[in-house]
């Protein structure tokens, strides 16, 4: 895609399509909002971090399901902190106070869980401390921002451990996503950064050393043709890059406050969780 059509395609992105949720614990009402992702048939999931749940909406707001609550049991969360959905269907979540991911149906039934720290004070290969974002490929494989070990990690669907990468270059990875072509891209907390990896876990580029400087950079997501999209909480704007150069092609999002995670929609929609309103808007 041209700079052009890049332009064409986001230059009406900051107007506001659809706002739903408010502050509470009742149905369809949310506690800081984290994670979000959408399904197949545009469904939205929402890590409803504040509440220990998973709501599901329509893209008209509606409620379609919740489940979780607080404590360590299956089932449970201590601060779901993102969402992802399988080529399966299957809701991947991030436990991130019990150092776990646990896999869920499509009706919220538990499937499994893995990444669990046993080994005392020396994480291994596969086991997590503090997981935050996570994301899925087309293959079904599972990668999770392993935040205090400054590694993304990957799993197979089933949650066996396939490779690691990013130790001495990330710090602090909050999200993360996986293009269509396979590359990886993350945003680094600590660094204000976004480093991009290929399908094996080699740096290529990244976005954020001189031409822009993030503030809190959180959920991240990319479209169909590879632009990546970014939350930057500290300046309450979601930020939009083309893929082969990384430069800025618009930034909106004026009104919200710490952006957390976002997805794109089939209909390029670009949902975004609002954290400290408590909702979801999508522009």
């Known amino acids: ?21 408010t502050e509470g614990n009742g149905a369809g009402e949310m506690i800081l909002p984290h994670g979000i992702s959408s399904t197949a048939s545009d469904d939205i999931v929402v890590a409803d971090c504040g509440n220990n749940r998973i709501q599901i909406f329509d893209v008209n707001g509606q409620v379609k399901g919740a489940f979780g609550s607080g404590g360590s049991a299956e089932g449970q969360f201590a601060g779901v902190f ?16 019990n150092n776990r991911i646990q896999v869920f ?3 919220g039934k538990f499937v499994r869980e893995f990444g669990r720290e046993e080994s005392g004070p020396e994480w291994r290969d596969g086991e997590l401390s503090g997981p935050q974002g996570v994301a899925t490929d087309d293959r079904g494989q599972i990668y999770v921002c392993d935040k205090w ?10 949650g066996k451990f396939v490779r690691k990468f990013g130790f001495g270059t990330l710090s602090r ?8 072509y396979g590359a990886v891209v993350v945003s680094d907390w600590v660094g204000n950064r976004v480093p991009i990896f290929d399908g ?8 954020g050393i001189e031409e822009f400087h993030f503030n809190d950079p959180q959920g991240i997501a990319t479209d169909q043709h590879g632009h990546i999209i970014l939350c930057d909480g500290g300046s309450n704007q979601v930020q939009v890059f083309r893929p082969d150069t990384g430069e800025l092609v618009c930034r909106f999002g004026s009104g919200m406050h710490k952006p957390q995670g976002v997805c794109v929609l089939s209909d390029g929609g670009i949902a975004v969780c609002d954290r400290d309103h408590h909702r979801v808007v999508i522009f």
């Open 105 to 107: 149906d499509e009706q």
């Open 1 to 21: 895609m041209n700079p052009n059509e890049t332009l064409q395609l986001y230059q009406n992105k900051g107007q506001v399509k659809k706002c739903f949720g």
């Open 200 to 207: 094996v876990g080699n740096g290529s580029s990244v976005i």
């Open 173 to 180: 990875p909050n999200y993360l996503s996986v293009t269509y």
């Open 82 to 97: 993102d969402v992802c959905v399988t080529s399966r269907g299957h809701i991947v979540a991030s436990d991130t106070g």
């Open 149 to 158: 070990n400054d590694r993304v990690q990957v799993f197979s669907e089933d």
